[in-house]
């Protein structure tokens, strides 16, 4: 899946630094994200989820923030590895609406040396 | 080992000649849904099943198939494939609807129509 990454925006941060990426979402109805890291030639595959009764989540050496006020999902991965390379989507969905997930477009992550 | 499993990885064919893409999933999860991925729009939802028997279009379900027959499997059908197919595409399994569970993606199928 290299071509789908060509018209991503990119985040480079130095190894052992903290990555941030971005999203925004867009049904204020959706109360349950999730974020998936997609690297080349495989599947999405599931990071951390949230729910909406919460702000914060973390995991292993990544952290979600959710404000829904501006409707609005960041990860943080601490100490950004080359493994963390990777293209990496949020994803919305609405209880009730069968598991139903709207993606984002993602964002490529690039780890410099 | 837990996975989603689809056939072929990748495959190129000619417009108007029937193919079929195989997903399998091993977990004995009850929600299956198949997704094309397209530079630019992300992942968007063709079908998606929510048991046996039981299938749902999704966003962009024109020009495609599924069935659901078994539990374990949700191929995809593509009747008379056309160029504008020519796609990744990726199935995904969860174990449950309704609740807010995860997706478990394949690896993908990249599909060529000439």
């Known amino acids: 899946g290299e071509s789908v990454g060509l018209h991503l925006p990119t985040l480079s941060v130095q190894e052992g630094d903290n990555s941030i990426i971005n999203c925004a979402y867009s049904?204020?109805?959706?109360?349950?994200f999730i974020w998936y890291k997609q690297e080349s030639g495989k599947g999405p595959q599931f990071i951390i989820d949230?729910?909406?009764?919460?702000d914060k989540r973390q995991g292993q050496r990544v952290t979600v923030l959710l404000n829904k006020t501006v409707k609005h999902l960041s990860l943080q991965i601490a100490a950004t590895q080359p493994g963390d390379s990777a293209v990496y989507f949020c994803?919305?969905?609405?209880?009730?609406?069968?598991?139903?997930?709207?993606f984002g477009t993602g964002t490529r992550l690039q780890v410099t040396l | 080992e837990a996975q989603v499993t689809q056939n072929p990885r990748y495959l190129i064919t000619v417009t108007g000649k029937k193919l079929t893409v195989t997903c399998s999933q091993n977990?004995?999860?009850?929600?299956m849904s198949w997704y094309r991925q397209d530079p630019g729009l992300g992942l968007r939802q063709i079908y998606y099943?929510?048991?046996?028997?039981?299938?749902d279009k999704g966003d962009v379900p024109e020009g495609y198939k599924v069935s659901r027959k078994e539990k374990r499997n949700f191929p995809l059908i593509l009747e008379s494939p056309s160029p504008n197919q020519t796609s990744l595409y990726f199935c995904?399994?969860?174990?449950?609807?309704?609740?807010?569970?995860?997706?478990?993606f394949g690896d993908g199928t990249r599909l060529s129509i000439l």
């Open positions: 995904a399994s969860s174990p449950a609807t309704g609740l807010n569970q995860p997706q478990h």
């Open positions: 049904n204020s109805a959706s109360d349950y």
């Open positions: 949230i729910r909406s009764n919460m």
């Open positions: 994803a919305e969905n609405m209880s009730g609406t069968a598991s139903k997930l709207t």
């Open positions: 977990m004995n999860h009850e929600y």
């Open positions: 099943s929510m048991n046996v028997e039981v299938t």
